[in-house]
């Protein structure tokens, strides 16, 4: 059951790049749990933030595929999406993603994406990237786990 790894309590996840990619390109594996995470989010369950960095990572295939209308539809998305905050990267979330980069040894835009989570205040971190789930300064949860 996807509800089981969002403790009530929770108010305020924060969602990796893949989650998104999951539900528009209708992920056999996990477009269903990310899909219901999105749909919770629209609700009001609990609010969520989406690092800049991750629209960067997410317009890479639509745009070199040619899909205009699949590029377009993430860009509404991380417009108008209710209750999903996209924060930029400024100096505090760079600084924190060195920090993060350096102690654990994660690639600059993994870094990045969980320092804004950390600095944006999310109390959990939804991703499918095990390699995330050692870091200790949020709870990462991957969506292959549960």
Do not use: W
Request: charged share 20%; net charge negative.
């Amino acid at each position: 059951m996807v509800n089981s790894f969002v403790p009530p309590s929770v108010k305020k996840i924060a969602l990796d790049t893949n989650v998104f990619i999951y539900v528009f390109e209708q992920s056999s594996d996990f477009g269903e749990k990310a899909k219901t995470i999105l749909e919770q989010v629209e609700t009001g369950m609990f609010s969520a933030v989406a690092s800049s960095v991750s629209l960067t990572e997410i317009l890479v295939k639509p745009i070199r595929e040619g899909n205009r209308g699949l590029e377009k539809q993430y860009k509404l998305l991380f417009t108008h999406f209710p209750n999903l905050s996209i924060v930029p990267v400024d100096n505090g979330v760079a600084e924190r993603a060195a920090y993060l980069r350096g102690t654990y040894n994660i690639k600059t835009p993994d870094a990045l994406i969980v320092a804004t989570a950390i600095t944006a205040g999310a109390e959990l971190f939804i991703t499918n990237d095990v390699r995330l789930e050692h870091v200790k300064e949020i709870q990462c949860v991957a969506l292959s786990q549960v």
